[in-house]
């Protein structure tokens, strides 16, 4: 076996001796939904942080370098904790900043680092942690540089989603979905990738071929695929080949979701999500309602379906969505597509319910909905797994768990 293979994609253990004198962390956001969960979990945890707020996200330079001068002088932060590299500039001033001050940056991606490290410099490997929800991206995320790598999947805030939370009559459906259709992020990517006509022409065979492939990289795709294609591609330089990148992926991801979704259409169905359903599903008998927020909305949304119903996006072709987590701890039945991971974070058949593609997914559907006993127990067994092992909470003291492993330094904390 290959010295990456599976053995490596495991959540760092939970901290010991950071857990007992835990550092303090310096945590960067804007607006990002999982830096307020971190925070919240810092604070049931006891882990002294500071949330540094760059609302601004275009402030000038001076004013960054002064804002995590004062933070260091402070609130004497042992690490500066971010998300999908949020805070972290593309002229590697804060790079250096961290270098200078002897601050480690830790980075959680919950997106693709694929389409996000390659329009940054490389890295100080041995200040910058980076964890990713997804464990297939372990050896990509090496390859920009990076020593120390963990995989780190998401979780949930079980204070939020727990049952009992009210939602709106018009909420309860036999089976529903949430989620975005793909189909304006898909055309505002490929505009911005302003890719030649040869890779437009190709770019929807493409798309769909990169769905049934079983790689994750979009350049190798089209080098197996259309290596005539690959000059154009890599002609575009770093930033307009992310742009072409992603929007394939989320074509792809566009084509295979709406084949999935349609196996809803016998049963009532109820899609919460952007415009883009409108007119994907337009003359077929969906309810459709407008994107929900995700603090105010989904915590109700998710108990008032027999079936929630999921697909996940194909950036992530073996790792699980935020939904995996999130409907069971609100104490819902989930039945969701087939991912690699799942099976190291539920049980398939007991905690959840899994169906295999677009194909499997109706037959699948009809069962689940057919059968209220199998829902209850399976949506029981689900809250007390996400409770035990899928909260903030955990994840945070395996982050720190990462922390101790590439920062033996830090020791004690502060």
Known sequence: MDATAPRLAAMPPAAKALAARPPRLLLLTSAYFLLGELAAACRRAGVPHLLLD??????????????????????????????????????????????????????????????????????????????????????????????HVFWLPLGVDTERFRPGV???PEWRARVSFVGNSMLRKTATRLAAARAAPALLEAFV????????????????????????LLPELDGLGAVRRTAFETALVWRSTLEYRLSCVLAMEPHEPLVAGDPGWSELLAGRPFRLIRELNYYDDLPGFYPLSEVNFNCTSLQMKGAVNQRVFDVPAAGAFLLTDRRAQVERLFEPGREIML????????????????????????????RARALAEHGYERRLLSLLGAMEQAFPQLGGGA
């Open 54 to 147: 760059l609302a601004a996200r275009e402030m000038d330079a001076a004013r960054f370098v002064a804002l995590i001068r004062e933070a260091k002088a402070g609130f004497r932060p042992d690490a500066i904790v971010t998300v999908n590299h949020l805070g972290v500039d593309r002229e590697g001033l804060l790079y250096a900043l961290a270098g200078e001050l002897r601050l480690p940056i830790v980075s959680w991606f919950v997106d693709n680092p694929e389409f996000i490290l390659p329009l940054y410099p490389p890295p100080d490997p041995d200040n910058t942690l980076v964890l990713t929800w997804d464990a297939d991206s372990l050896d990509a995320v090496r390859g920009f540089g990076f020593r």
């Open 355 to 382: 169906y295999d593609g677009p194909e499997d997914a109706a037959e699948q559907l009809a069962r689940c909905l057919g059968d209220a006993d199998l829902r209850r127990r399976v949506a029981a067994a689900g």
């Open 205 to 228: 065979p493409l798309a769909r071929g990169f769905g049934a492939w079983g790689g994750r990289s979009v350049r190798e795709f089209v080098a197996a695929a259309r290596p005539e």
């Open 166 to 168: 009210a939602g709106r």
